[in-house]
T-cell receptor, first 109, second 112 residues
Framework: GESVGLHLPTLSVQEGDNSIINCAYS??????FIWYKQESGKGPQFIID?????DKRQGQRVTVLLNKTVKHLSLQIAATQPGDSAVYFC????????FGTGTRLTIIP | DGGITQSPKYLFRKEGQNVTLSCEQN?????MYWYRQDPGQGLRLIYY???????QKGDIAEGYSVSREKKESFPLTVTSAQKNPTAFYLC???????????FGSGTRLTVV
């Protein structure tokens, strides 16, 4: 079946540096992509989304890039802060969302 | 404030007992979803509903049941047929699938 996968399960970044979290997807019919942040013991929180007619979308300190040619999605977090430590999930769908397994981001002081 | 509420936060049950997890939203969303999350893993879809009195099975529906009698409510019953029920259960809602899911804070179910 279709799946969403992540290149790296863990990522450690120095505080103040930029973080890049990658995600590969396999469903070429997917037209909507979304990133969530999940802190320990809590529900996922929406970060940013993008539709397939866009290549890039920016939010506050975050940017999502979509490369449909290679079915790749990335989340860039600028000037990473301790509060950014969490597990980050990408999800995709034409219908109900399919989630990847997540990347744990750890911030090094 | 609008939101989605799951209760209880922690739930303990004996093996062989059915248990119902509550999910209520006041966001006026049409679609609601139940996901299961195991340690170190992603979210797997159990059931979803796009409209009142209608719901569809997700990827891991066996051993679970749901109802959608009201727009605001989408309770999940974990039955004794579910072989490994201990997990973190997340409820979500959206205006319409798949856009802009809002998640609840989850219920951690432990079966002993």
């Amino acid at each position: 079946g279709e799946s969403v996968g992540l290149h790296l399960p863990t990522l450690s970044v120095q505080e103040g540096d930029n973080s890049i979290i990658n995600c590969a997807y396999s469903n070429s019919a997917s037209d909507y992509f979304i990133w969530y942040k999940q802190e320990s013991g809590k529900g996922p929180q929406f970060i940013i989304d993008i539709r397939s007619n866009m290549d890039k979308r920016q939010g506050q300190r975050v940017t999502v890039l979509l490369n449909k040619t290679v079915k790749h999605l990335s989340l860039q977090i600028a000037a990473t802060q301790p509060g950014d430590s969490a597990v980050y999930f990408c999800a995709e769908g034409p219908e109900k969302l399919t989630f990847g397994t997540g990347t744990r981001l750890t911030i090094i002081p | 404030d609008g939101g989605i509420t799951q209760s209880p936060k922690y739930l303990f049950r004996k093996e062989g007992q059915n248990v119902t997890l509550s999910c209520e939203q006041n966001l006026n969303h049409d679609a609601m979803y139940w996901y299961r999350q195991d340690p170190g893993q992603g979210l797997r879809l159990i059931y979803y509903s796009q409209i009142v009195n209608d719901f569809q099975k997700g990827d891991i529906a066996e051993g679970y049941s749901v109802s959608r009698e009201k727009k605001e409510s989408f309770p999940l019953t974990v039955t004794s047929a579910q072989k490994n029920p201990t997990a973190f259960y997340l409820c979500a809602s959206s205006i319409r699938t798949p856009y802009g899911y809002t998640f609840g804070s989850g219920t951690r179910l432990t079966v002993v």
